[in-house]
Structure formats: C-alpha cells, structure tokens
C-alpha cells in the first residue's frame, strides 16, 4: 500500500510556471507507476500525465502537452509536476496517483490533492 502528499499548489498568473510535488511512503515507490489528474469546478476529473516505474515512459494529455513535464525521483520517494505557461484553464485540484500497472484504467491510490489557481 502506499499514501500519497501532494505539494506545491497555489496562486500564479498567466503565463507563470509552478512545480507540484507528490510524496510517497512506503520502500516500494519504485513498483508503482505514477499520474497527475486534475479536477476544475464543475468539471469531472481529467487525465493530466503519467509515468512509468523508472520514468521511462511518460504520456500527456493534449491540453498540456509541451507545456508540462512529469518526472520522478525513486530516491526520494517522490514525482512531480512542472507546469510551464499557465493558462486559467488550467487552473483545478490536482491529484497524484500510483498504481502497479502503466496508464492503468483506475488507478488504485490517490492523494487528498492540492489547488491550483491561474489568474488571467
């Protein structure tokens, strides 16, 4: 089992870059596979990016592609979100998950989420 912290969150303005992190416990962080999901008002929850066990492999959602960048760090327990060239859409709770397989279909754990709000 693993419990997960997100970090990071905040208010920044259009065209401003913030870096989530997300904090795993457990001696097994290396076995799960990672993604981000973000979830506006209103709005159901939505893919954002993922990672492999190594961080060999990513995936993006289109909204964010080339504008974010998903890495880990299996030392520390950790992946993480850099978001570049924020937009207002853009703005939601953001939400780490782990799972043993790669773009699971659902996946298993998830954090309690940490807000985002872009300002135009």
């Known amino acids: 089992q693993v419990q997960l912290v997100e970090s990071g969150g905040g208010l920044v303005q259009a065209g401003g870059s913030l870096r989530l992190s997300c904090a795993a416990s457990?001696?097994?962080?290396?076995?799960?596979?990672m993604g981000w999901f973000r979830q506006a008002p209103g709005k159901e929850r939505e893919f954002v990016a993922a990672?492999?066990?190594?961080?060999?492999?990513?995936y993006y959602a289109d909204s964010v592609k080339g504008r974010f960048t998903i890495s880990r760090d299996n030392a520390k327990n950790t992946v993480y979100l850099q978001m570049n060239s924020l937009k207002p859409e853009d703005t939601a709770v953001y939400y780490c998950a782990a799972d043993l397989h790669y773009l699971p279909y659902e996946y298993d754990y998830w954090g309690q989420g940490t807000q985002v709000t872009v300002s135009s």
């Open positions: 457990g001696r097994t962080f290396s076995s799960y596979a």
């Open positions: 990672i492999s066990w190594s961080g060999g492999s990513t």
